[in-house]
């Protein structure tokens, strides 16, 4: 029998692996020691280690019932559910989180209790994509974590505290995986190369070929394997070659073109380069707020929810050191619903361009946040008299209106009297910065303040 038509785990329920497999599942890691990166969760007494490797029955006691495994694509998330069910001998079922429903999920639990009535291997539950997986059946699985039913183990390439629910956050054990280095990559691509699942030494890597690879794997190793295999099943392809072929840079990127774009409108990833756009306009590179915005366009963002954001840092960011930053930022949101894409790509960007490279003040943000505060706090005292309205009938008898000073009728239209409640008559919330166009609104505002106050 050949090597690829062995099963290669006798526990029940794990696939079998034959020859024709893609080459990243032959070379899913058999042991713990095959696996690439994750140190942080796989050192001695982890819990991570005793569900793979239970050594009594105290250590399977202590080990967790229930795991969510969250990280990037290629970091192992499939693999570690596979070994926890391997190495300890349970049975393995495999469920998604895209076509499995309600029904499934209870039909493998009422399997499982049956089985260890029986006194048959404890079962390992997969579910990969467990953020697919609506809130009615993340419900349908507390019950067989809560009493041991099952070991969960589910799988998550995006942030849990969005994407599952929280009483089963609550009873899982939450395992971060980090991205693969470039050296966890390599280790993993070479080995592919001479390993007998793998290519079995039939093809060579060259150096520059090895490097671009990994560049277009991104630290995901299913990603690495599957562009490993494409170039050398091009290069085993030329008639007349001998054994073992060298897969060459032109053989690489004639197997693929460009790397997928890592992000996922609905998940992490959207968050994650959403933060790093507005922080780069905050933080003025203008070339790092391009790229992410590049990042959005290429991956089918909404536009207009791009834009949104661009008006939001106009006003957050910018206010009034460059007050022409909002109105360029609300008139690229009306262009861009006009127009869509893929044009609104450049309205964007001369957004993008005109709010980063901008002067930068907070001061209206902080200013109305202050004055919130106080409010919620109590301060918010009566309106002065003389402020109040005075247009209908009555009203002047009660002293409303009595002693308004007209501002047009004042010199500079500024009139010095009371505005602020009694409580906030000293209170100042808007704090204008020494940039922009605000430079000169601090100089103004402090002589109306001069006039208002009578100093």
Do not use: C
């Not at 671009?212 to 070659?241: C, F, M, Q, S």
């Not at 790092?288 to 954001?309: K, N, Q, S, T, W």
């Amino acid at each position: 029998m050949d090597l690829f038509d062995a099963v290669t785990s006798t526990t029940e329920g794990l696939p079998g692996v034959g020859r024709h497999a893609p080459l990243a599942v032959r070379m899913r890691p058999a042991t713990l020691a095959e696996v690439a990166g994750q140190r942080h969760l796989l050192g001695p007494g982890s819990p991570l280690r005793r569900l793979v490797e239970p050594a009594d029955d105290a250590s399977r006691r202590a080990a967790p019932s229930s795991v969510v495994l969250w990280g990037p694509p290629g970091t192992g998330k499939t693999t570690l559910a596979y070994l926890i069910a391997a190495t300890s001998g349970r049975r393995f079922v495999e469920l998604s989180g895209v076509t499995s429903g309600v029904k499934d999920v209870r039909v493998v639990v009422e399997d499982a209790r049956r089985r260890l009535a029986t006194g048959a291997p404890e079962t390992v539950l997969f579910i990969d994509e467990v953020h697919r997986f609506s809130t009615t059946q993340q419900d349908a699985l507390l019950p067989a974590v809560e009493n041991r039913w099952v070991t969960l183990v589910a799988a998550t390439t995006e942030n849990p505290s969005f994407s599952v629910n929280s009483p089963l956050l609550s009873r899982s054990l939450l395992l971060t995986l980090l991205p693969l280095s470039t050296d966890d990559v390599r280790e993993l691509v070479r080995r592919a190369v001479s390993d007998e699942r793998g290519l079995a030494g039939t093809v060579t890597l060259a150096l520059d070929a090895e490097e671009h690879l990994l560049r277009l794997a991104g630290g995901d190793a299913r990603k690495a394997l599957t562009i490993l295999e494409a170039a050398a099943g091009a290069a085993l392809e030329v008639p007349g070659e001998s054994l073992p072929v060298t897969v060459d840079l032109a053989t690489v990127e004639g197997a693929i073109d460009v790397a997928a774009v890592r992000y996922d409108r609905a998940g992490d990833q959207h968050y994650d380069v959403i933060s790093a756009f507005i922080k780069s306009m905050r933080g003025s590179d203008v070339d790092a707020a391009l790229h992410y915005l590049a990042r959005m366009v290429v991956a089918g963002e909404d536009p207009r929810f791009i834009a949104r954001r661009i008006v939001i840092a106009a006003a957050e960011e910018v206010g009034m050191a460059d007050p022409s930053a909002l109105q360029t930022a609300v008139a690229a949101a009306q262009a861009v619903a006009l127009i869509g894409m893929p044009e609104a790509r450049i309205i964007l960007a001369e957004a993008v361009v005109h709010v980063t490279t901008a002067p930068k003040s907070n001061a209206s943000y902080l200013a109305i946040d202050a004055a919130i505060a106080d409010v919620r706090a109590g301060k918010a005292g009566a309106v002065p008299l003389h402020l109040r309205d005075a247009h209908y009938a009555g009203a002047q008898t009660i002293g409303h209106g009595a002693g308004y000073r007209y501002a047009h009728d004042e010199a500079h239209a500024v009139a010095s009297q009371q505005y602020a409640p009694d409580e906030l008559t000293g209170a100042r919330y808007y704090e204008p910065s020494d940039r922009g166009y605000e430079r000169d609104v601090a100089v103004r505002l402090e002589r109306i303040r001069q006039i208002l106050h009578g100093t």
